[in-house]
């Protein structure tokens, strides 16, 4: 857990925000209604400002819908998923249906008066806010993501949910599976990094868990899991969604025009359940997890971090520190600027600790090639 930090607070400005307005954009995630709580709570005891919540999130500001949080609004909300202002995956307003409204989005930010605005999302939408600066807009973001993939933070709030999700579906999967003498296969979300797999595979006691960062060999996995049928009758892969086959592709469920991010993965849990068919006898069931492990109440842990994450950002706002993301480095909160996280994806390196500890524990990633990536196993010193 970060420790609890906030900006420099010993030369606060006098001038104070009078209206700031939160956006949460791009898919939900367990921890926005935390965070929210935190912009908005912090920005009214500390500044007496005026917060403006945007509906669903670059979408009502194309279309001109927010509506004024009072403190009474932002209480209560900690323990709920979703998020209370509405998300929007589609709205990108410098490419929608077809036209830019950027100039439109830069109009109501002027109308509304505001000092600044919060963006809480992922890459798509922190993206799309550093564009947004170059208008003239004072942004801070906030990085949430069950995917855990954003550049320069060790974190994003949600993956700890989604992590727990996905153990206890594990757990559930593996008393099922002990049972019937079968090979159960879970895929997870995350897109085109595998923390989620990596870390509820770990903690759920997978045998094989396959990444998108490492191609797999299934004559590799299904050696895998034969062995396991051998000796426990029984055998767990944990597969994420974005992983494939050395020489194949990555599983494509559906496309969505004007989405900043239009492929959506899913299916190579099942494609998976038939490879290995024709290489074990042993029974398979495959479970895609999907959206459960983006939906309910968020972990102690994100309810915290989404917390101090957003009281974080509000201080900025209070110094007028504009154009920066907040990050956790170090368990220590930090910002940078907005570019850095912009535009890019934080994968699974082959020296990460927890792989390495994976790999020292004999889980079954599909490939030699880590072994003998140059990164060495986690070994004391
Ligand atoms: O980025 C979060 C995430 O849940 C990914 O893990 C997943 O691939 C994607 O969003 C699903 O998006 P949608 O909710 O649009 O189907």
């Given at each position: 857990?970060a420790s609890i930090s906030s900006p420099d607070q010993s030369h606060e400005p006098t001038n104070k925000p009078s209206r700031v307005?939160?956006?949460?954009?791009?898919?939900?995630?367990?921890?926005?209604?935390?965070?929210?709580?935190?912009?908005?709570?912090?920005?009214?005891?500390?500044?007496?400002?005026?917060?403006?919540?945007?509906?669903?999130?670059?979408?009502?500001?194309?279309?001109?819908?927010?509506?004024?949080?009072?403190?009474?609004?932002?209480?209560?909300?900690?323990?709920?998923?979703?998020?209370?202002?509405?998300?929007?995956?589609?709205?990108?307003?410098?490419?929608?249906?077809?036209?830019?409204?950027?100039?439109?989005?830069?109009?109501?930010?002027?109308?509304?008066?505001?000092?600044?605005?919060?963006?809480?999302?992922?890459?798509?939408?922190?993206?799309i806010g550093y564009e947004l600066t170059k208008l003239g807009m004072n942004i801070v973001g906030v990085p949430k993501t069950i995917d855990n993939d954003l550049m320069c933070?060790?974190?994003?709030?949600?993956?700890?949910?989604?992590?727990?999700?996905?153990?206890?579906?594990?757990?559930?999967?593996?008393?099922?599976?002990?049972?019937?003498?079968?090979?159960?296969?879970?895929?997870?979300?995350?897109?085109?990094?595998?923390?989620?797999?990596?870390?509820?595979?770990?903690?759920?006691?997978?045998?094989?868990?396959?990444?998108?960062?490492?191609?797999?060999?299934?004559?590799?996995?299904?050696?895998?899991?034969?062995?396991?049928?051998?000796?426990?009758?029984?055998?767990?892969?944990?597969?994420?969604?974005?992983?494939?086959?050395?020489?194949?592709?990555?599983?494509?469920?559906?496309?969505?025009?004007?989405?900043?991010?239009?492929?959506?993965?899913?299916?190579?849990?099942?494609?998976?359940?038939?490879?290995?068919?024709?290489?074990?006898?042993?029974?398979?069931?495959?479970?895609?997890?999907?959206?459960?492990?983006?939906?309910?109440?968020?972990?102690?842990?994100?309810?915290?971090?989404?917390?101090?994450?957003?009281?974080?950002?509000?201080?900025?706002?209070?110094?007028?520190?504009?154009?920066?993301?907040?990050?956790?480095?170090?368990?220590?909160?930090?910002?940078?600027?907005?570019?850095?996280?912009?535009?890019?994806?934080?994968?699974?390196?082959?020296?990460?600790?927890?792989?390495?500890?994976?790999?020292?524990?004999?889980?079954?990633?599909?490939?030699?090639?880590?072994?003998?990536?140059?990164?060495?196993?986690?070994?004391?010193?």
């Open positions: 857990m307005a939160i956006l949460t954009g791009g898919g939900d995630c367990p921890g926005l209604n935390a965070a929210i709580r935190g912009v908005a709570k912090t920005l009214m005891l500390r500044a007496q400002t005026e917060i403006i919540g945007i509906e669903d999130g670059f979408l009502g500001f194309i279309e001109r819908r927010s509506r004024t949080l009072t403190y009474q609004d932002c209480s209560g909300i900690l323990s709920l998923g979703g998020t209370m202002i509405g998300t929007h995956n589609r709205a990108n307003p410098f490419d929608y249906m077809g036209e830019d409204r950027s100039r439109a989005v830069k109009e109501y930010y002027d109308e509304l008066a505001l000092d600044a605005l919060v963006i809480i999302g992922g890459d798509g939408t922190l993206s933070t060790e974190r994003t709030f949600g993956f700890d949910t989604a992590v727990s999700i996905v153990t206890d579906a594990i757990d559930r999967l593996r008393t099922t599976g002990q049972s019937h003498q079968r090979i159960m296969i879970v895929e997870t979300m995350g897109r085109n990094a595998g923390w989620i797999a990596l870390h509820a595979g770990i903690a759920g006691g997978a045998d094989s868990i396959l990444l998108p960062e490492h191609p797999y060999d299934i004559n590799l996995v299904a050696d895998a899991c034969n062995q396991r049928m051998g000796t426990h009758h029984f055998s767990i892969v944990v597969i994420a969604e974005g992983a494939k086959p050395i020489n194949g592709e990555v599983c494509t469920r559906e496309t969505i025009k004007d989405s900043p991010e239009p492929t959506r993965l899913g299916g190579i849990g099942d494609q998976l359940k038939q490879q290995l068919e024709q290489l074990t006898d042993a029974e398979i069931r495959s479970t895609t997890l999907g959206h459960i492990q983006r939906g309910g109440s968020p972990t102690s842990f994100d309810r915290i971090f989404a917390t101090n994450l957003g009281s974080y950002a509000a201080g900025l706002v209070i110094n007028k520190q504009f154009n920066l993301a907040v990050i956790q480095r170090g368990n220590q909160l930090s910002e940078v600027p907005l570019d850095s996280v912009a535009h890019k994806t934080r994968n699974i390196p082959n020296d990460d600790p927890t792989l390495q500890t994976a790999l020292s524990m004999g889980i079954c990633f599909g490939t030699e090639t880590l072994l003998r990536s140059g990164a060495k196993l986690n070994e004391p010193e």
